[in-house]
């Protein structure tokens, strides 16, 4: 991840931000947050933006606790799963409600920027 410098109301932070894909994870205070812009639908009412059925991780870093299994039913902001990242422990939550149809991880294995962990289907 990439460091940068940010003022807010005259006080300066660092932010370590990192865009993979279409996502920017950026790691401010403590937390890890993902920013998805939304893209404008052609032709027609009702379009949105982009859906994140895979929760990947914002960076490098050990899997601590995996706290889904396939199958089960998952609620949009619910926790999946705890890494371990620079020293500090990071929830990871899922983006959307489905049945999560992979676990791509378990506790001790080492994942990279990027790679999908829990991947969430579509409620049907």
């Given at each position: 991840m990439?460091?940068?410098?940010?003022?807010?109301?005259?006080?300066?932070?660092?932010?370590f931000a990192e865009k993979v894909g279409g996502t920017l994870w950026y790691h401010f205070k403590g937390e890890t947050y993902s920013f998805v812009p939304q893209t404008?639908?052609?032709?027609?009412?009702?379009g949105g933006g982009l859906v994140h059925r895979s929760v990947q991780a914002p960076m490098?870093?050990?899997?601590?606790?995996?706290?889904?299994?396939?199958?089960?039913?998952?609620?949009?902001?619910?926790a999946v799963l705890v890494m371990e990242a620079m020293?500090?422990?990071y929830t990871l939550e899922a983006?959307?409600?489905?049945?999560?149809?992979r676990v791509s991880c378990q506790p001790g294995d080492q994942v990279s920027l990027g790679q999908e962990l829990v991947y969430v289907g579509e409620v049907e």
């Open positions: 990439k460091r940068y410098e940010i003022e807010i109301e005259g006080e300066t932070h660092k932010v404008k639908s052609r032709g027609g009412a009702g490098p870093g050990k899997i601590i606790k995996v706290m889904v299994k396939q199958g089960e039913q998952v609620l949009s902001g619910q020293k500090m422990e983006q959307v409600d489905g049945p999560v149809e």
